[in-house]
């Protein structure tokens, strides 16, 4: 590190680069610990502010979700808290050094109204024409509800009633991830979480299903599986064949392995070697992670990269279809539809996709 | 004089050395560094200021002043991070800075340092972090000489590659995309557009963007087009506005 530092960066460059990539408080310490004397003090100084910006934001977030945690504890709902300060923690031991804009929590559906009111007894409450029905909270396709904090405040809550859309096929049962969920110490006090080995699975479907936008989505993977040499492999590559997620898993295991020297077993290099496609979806995320100039404009080509990292024909088939058809929440949003009509949003769903893409494609040309 | 350091309401953190430390009460976060995270955890209401400093210079390997650690404890008193106790009142002390920097440069000590971070708040994201002369939104905007007035409730949709929504030309600000925050975006037909709009966001199609919702009030603009205010195009690596 301190090499390539006293080559002479154009650290104007690597502090915007810190920022696309969601990395700038690791940075921070890094140049911090090992490149104090050769790095120019007005760029550490930028990168120890925002560093400290961050933090303090994280500490915000997590006194947040104790407080939302605690709330759903006490009306008696299963919640596990992921990503945001619990993947902070768990990937880097500290919730300071990874950058998140919102806090996710995962409840059974059943629950959802009453989650609901625990958020509304803290002021948390979903944006007004949401609100406005309770049916839209029941809408079977949509997966998550966004909360926002009392007042004008900036933190968003996604309460998730699954890991991923509908169309997305990736089926992992709720009450299997809350019945496995584990605690973890956080500020604050342990929270429940999703265990380590569904946690892997959901960080790859994730990353895959947002193109792997930023280095810190592999790099968080590549610190987990440091982080946990007793993960059972086993159980996260039976779990990913049966909902079909494998080459998912692999593309972020590959990912984390080749930017971040991540350690897998040699069951995941078996299957790694075994599909080959795995190599070449890994060689496109690389590409376009370590082009300075990518603008992760992926609008047009995501669909067809999530269709290129599905194995089974299936859930290919489900995520065209879905896709095309399943309402979401959005639909119920440019169309208030009386409960009666609801099947009506299948038909709203490809009207509003149609043009979104079609203004999408008018840009591009 | 025996301090006792404050625990309750607060949220800490270790990072390295230092300490960030997250007031529920106050709303507000402060990063101690390494001296001060030091005094902060020996304040325990029993240890004396004197066997402070000797713990600090055991631990640093040089001579340690008491001046040092009353310097910290002035700092954490008043970022609020000590508490008030009869018998020991951390009260603030006036020592010279031309002295303490005397003595860290003879004892080679690190002076110790709490620096108070802003986190957001409700009313904090109401309003932009900078004091600018930017009007609110108001329901009754003032009347303006306007030739082509956009419809009212127009919409204006940016997309930006962050969730920051920083706009590369500047004028659009972190703080701007917070919801219901007021911004002024530069409108080719008047130069710099001094609009109330009503700002939301939302996420947007990919990771990492957001969709930026600008509601025009009806009559406000006097100078921009009636289809609406027309967004700059998106340039530089943060990406841009679209018109939509």
């Known amino acids: 590190m301190r090499a390539l530092a006293e080559r002479g960066l154009d650290w104007d460059l690597v502090v915007t680069l810190a920022g696309r990539h969601n990395l700038v408080s690791l940075l921070s310490r890094s140049l911090g610990r090992f490149c104090a004397d050769i790095v120019p003090a007005k760029i550490l100084a930028q990168l120890a502010k925002d560093a400290n910006a961050t933090a303090a934001h994280n500490l915000f977030a997590t006194n947040e979700l104790q407080r939302i945690m605690a709330a759903l504890a006490a009306a008696e709902i299963p919640a596990t808290a992921f990503k945001g300060p619990v993947l902070a923690c768990l990937a880097y031991g500290n919730t300071s050094l990874r950058r998140f804009d919102d806090l996710d929590i995962l409840i059974d559906r059943s629950r959802i109204l009453d989650a609901r009111d625990a958020f509304a007894s803290l002021g948390y409450r979903p944006p007004p024409r949401v609100a406005k029905s309770r049916h839209l909270m029941r809408l079977r396709s949509e997966y998550c509800i966004p909360f926002r904090g009392p007042g004008a405040s900036p933190l968003l809550v996604d ?32 929270v429940w979480t999703l265990s380590r080995e569904d946690l892997l699975l959901v960080l790859c479907m994730h990353g895959t299903k947002h193109v792997w936008p930023a280095l810190e989505s592999v790099a968080s993977i590549a610190e987990l599986l440091r982080a946990t040499p007793e993960l059972r492999w086993g159980e996260v590559l039976s779990r990913a064949r049966r909902t079909g997620s494998e080459r998912m898993l692999l593309l972020g295991c590959s990912l984390a392995r080749n930017l971040f020297d991540a350690p897998l077993p040699e069951g995941v290099e078996r299957a790694l070697r075994r599909d080959v496609a795995v190599a070449a979806l890994t060689a496109v995320v690389e590409s376009r992670l370590l082009d300075p100039h990518d603008r992760h404009d992926t609008f047009v080509g995501m669909p067809w990269f999530h269709m290129r990292c599905r194995e089974r024909l299936r859930d290919r088939l489900r995520y065209c279809v879905r896709g095309v058809f399943a309402p979401e929440l959005d639909d119920a949003l440019s169309v208030a539809l009386p409960r009666v009509l609801f099947p009506l949003y299948w038909l709203v769903h490809p009207a509003r996709v149609l043009a979104l893409y079609g203004k999408a494609v008018a840009r591009r040309w | 004089m025996l301090p006792l350091s404050r625990t309750e309401k607060l949220l800490v953190e270790e990072l390295d050395e230092d300490l960030v430390i997250y007031d529920e009460e106050r709303h507000k976060a402060h990063r101690l560094n390494g001296t001060a995270a030091f005094v902060w955890r ?55 800075r031309r ?93 710099t557009c001094k609009t109330p709009m009503e700002l939301r966001w939302r996420r947007g199609p990919t990771a990492g963007t957001c969709i930026i919702i600008v509601t025009v009030k009806p009559g406000a603009c006097a100078a921009c087009p009636a289809g609406g205010i027309r967004l700059l195009p998106p340039v530089g690596t943060n990406g841009g506005w679209y018109v939509v």
């Not at chain 1, 699954?162 to 019945?179: G, K, N, R, V």
């Not at chain 2, 008491?66 to 009142?89: K, Y």
């Open chain 2, 42 to 96: 020996r304040c325990d209401g029993r240890t004396t200021v004197a066997q402070i400093a000797a713990l600090l210079a055991a631990k640093t390997g040089d001579a340690v002043g008491d001046d040092v650690v009353l310097l910290a404890l002035r700092q954490l008193q008043s970022a609020s991070l000590l508490r008030a106790n009869g018998r020991t009142a951390a009260r603030p002390v006036g020592i010279p």
């Open chain 1, 159 to 190: 309460l998730h009633c699954e890991i991923a859309p509908w169309f997305f096929s990736f089926p992992l049962d709720t009450t299997a991830l809350l019945e496995r969920a584990v605690q973890i110490a956080l500020p604050g006090g342990a």
């Open chain 2, 99 to 191: 002295e303490l920097l005397k003595t860290a440069a003879l004892f080679a000590v690190v002076l110790p340092a709490v620096t108070t971070i802003l986190v957001p708040t409700p009313a904090q994201a109401a309003s932009p972090a900078t004091p600018t002369a930017t009007p609110k939104p108001t329901a009754t905007p003032t009347p303006t000489p306007t030739p082509k007035p956009p419809a009212a409730g127009v919409w204006c949709v940016g997309v930006v590659n962050t969730m920051e929504g920083v706009n590369p030309d500047g004028v659009v600000g972190p703080t701007a995309t917070t919801p219901g925050s007021t911004v002024c975006i530069p409108c080719p037909a008047s130069g």
